[in-house]
């Protein structure tokens, strides 16, 4: 049987960025020979999107990345920096730090990981646009945020995507995910597959009886149900395993049917 692509997805633009519509999530791995190895079998199977933070592990998935795959060719890699208590001026020494983890003079994809609350969002998006200006970065993009939050950011930068936590069972922005569609903005959803808590283990309780009817696990229809969700939807489901990566790529060839779609959107 041949081997199943990140292709088959279909592709999403970041800016002037085409990438393929199911990337992955980095946000356990470290410095492993195992890390390795998944990070190069997912580039293999044309994954070319991998999503990343400064604050992911200590450092340790930036500086993995950076060490397994860079130079990037034809592979973005996203990254994000800033958090709830981080000012303005504090994102260039992350940014730098990122740079060098990453073994990199740009980032394609600088995400504003958390807006400070007690800091307008115009002046954070502000300094990276500063950066962007500079060339350190190509594309600006945002996580947790609302849409008035991301409307304000829109008046000072162009924001190429969002991030936030979103799945069949968590959809509390489905307001957000509208308002990227109509705009063609990229829509990133963190813990895709569920999340903590017990959520994955919800998920796929909710999920076991249409995935039985599809020969495929409840994971894979999370993913189907997204893909299905927005054309704008680039989901990251993390893992640390060869086998849950392959596993997770195969979802692109599930189809839900309309009926089964409704069903799964009325229960989450």
């Not at 088959?8 to 195992?34: E, F, K, M, Q």
């Not at 981080?86 to 504003?112: F, M, N, V």
């Not at 640390?240 to 060839?253: D, F, I, K, P």
Request: charge should be negative.
């Amino acid at each position: 049987m041949a081997e199943v692509s990140a292709a088959a997805a279909g592709t999403i633009t970041l800016g002037d960025l085409t990438v393929n519509r199911l990337g992955l999530g980095s946000n356990r791995i470290t410095d492993t020979s195992a890390a390795h190895t998944l990070l190069k079998r997912a580039v293999d199977l044309g994954v070319n999107f991998i999503d990343t933070a400064y604050r992911y592990t200590a450092g340790n998935s930036e500086t993995t990345i950076g060490k397994t795959l860079a130079p990037y060719d034809g592979i973005v890699i996203a990254t994000k920096g800033g958090w709830e208590d981080t000012l303005p001026d504090a994102l260039r020494g992350e940014l730098e730090e990122s740079l060098r983890r990453l073994r990199t003079d740009h980032i394609d994809l600088y995400q504003l990981h958390r807006v400070n609350p007690n800091v307008p969002i115009e002046e954070s998006v502000g300094m990276l646009k500063r950066f962007q200006d500079e060339g350190n970065i190509r594309h600006i993009a945002l996580s947790e945020v609302t849409v008035e939050q991301l409307e304000r950011a829109q008046q000072v930068a162009t924001i190429v995507s969002v991030q936030n936590q979103y799945n069949v069972m968590v959809r509390d922005h489905e307001d957000l995910v509208d308002y990227c569609t109509e705009q063609d903005i990229a829509f990133i959803p963190w813990f895709p597959l569920g999340g903590l808590a017990g959520g994955a283990e919800k998920v796929e309780g909710m999920l076991a009886d249409v995935a039985a009817t599809y020969s495929a696990t409840p994971q894979q229809i999370a993913l189907a149900w997204l893909l299905k969700r927005s054309p704008m939807i680039l989901p990251i489901p993390g893992t640390l395993s060869v086998a849950h990566l392959e596993e997770n790529l195969a979802s692109v060839t599930i189809e839900l049917s309309t009926e089964d779609y409704d069903r799964l959107t009325e229960i989450g």
